[in-house]
Antibody
């Protein structure tokens, strides 16, 4: 059964870079059938897609984050990672990683999801 | 970007009720729509994809319908485990993936 697990610091200072890693177990990240995505949820609010990556390194990201995002993949470790630069309090959220279906050669729905990790931006 | 809206934002219902949640897209997304269930402190769980395809393992009381800009999620007979927040998500090509604001289903 595929599982995803987020890891990284739970506290980041304003203006610094948020870095998270998602470790995939029970399946290979090198599958042509999937992309791998990051989604976040501010406390008490809705879901926002951050970006997605294919095992080859091809990425899609959300223009609303104004190019602050870098998503990378390490197939040797079965991991993919998120870096979000110049964070502010508005970036405080639970960050989820998820597998994203590559049906018809485009990223689609997300399943399954990791349990999520809360990242707080505060000095 | 394609904007998603959901109605109602909150729905109070009883066990056994038939429940319908509506999701609307700001432009046509054909049937590129998914539905998720989220319980407090937990990650979202996929229920429906391609507007009406039931994810494996999801009870058959959940169903999805619609195309274009208007979609519905129906729970045919609400069970205690179904009290949660439900989100729709569009995955139309060449547009950022966006989620609806959510519909909370609580106990009447």
């Amino acid at each position: 059964q595929l599982q995803l697990q987020e890891s990284g610091p739970g506290l980041v200072k304003p203006s610094e870079t948020l870095s998270l890693t998602c470790t995939v177990s029970g399946g290979s990240i090198r599958s042509s059938s999937y992309y791998w995505g990051w989604i976040r949820q501010p406390p008490g609010k809705g879901l926002e897609w951050i970006g997605s990556i294919y095992y080859s390194g091809n990425t899609y990201d959300n223009p609303s984050l104004k190019s602050r995002v870098t998503i990378s993949v390490d197939t040797s470790k079965n991991q993919f990672s998120l870096k979000l630069r110049s964070v502010t309090a508005a970036d405080t959220a639970v960050y989820y990683c998820a597998r994203q279906s590559n049906w018809l050669l485009a990223p689609n729905w997300f399943a399954p999801w990791g349990q999520g990790t809360l990242v707080t931006v505060s000095s | 970007d394609i904007q998603m809206t959901q109605s109602p934002s909150t729905l109070s219902a009883s066990v056994g009720d038939r429940v319908t949640i509506t999701c609307r897209a700001s432009q046509s997304i054909t049937n590129w729509l998914a539905w998720y269930q989220q319980k407090p402190g937990k990650a979202p769980k996929l229920l429906i994809y391609k507007a009406s395809s039931l994810e494996s393992g999801v009870p058959s009381r959940f169903s999805g319908s619609g195309s274009g800009t208007e979609f519905t999620l129906t729970i045919s007979s609400l069970q205690p485990d179904d009290f949660a927040t439900y989100y729709c998500q569009q995955y139309n090509s060449y547009s950022p993936f966006t989620f609806g604001p959510g519909t909370k289903v609580d106990i009447k």
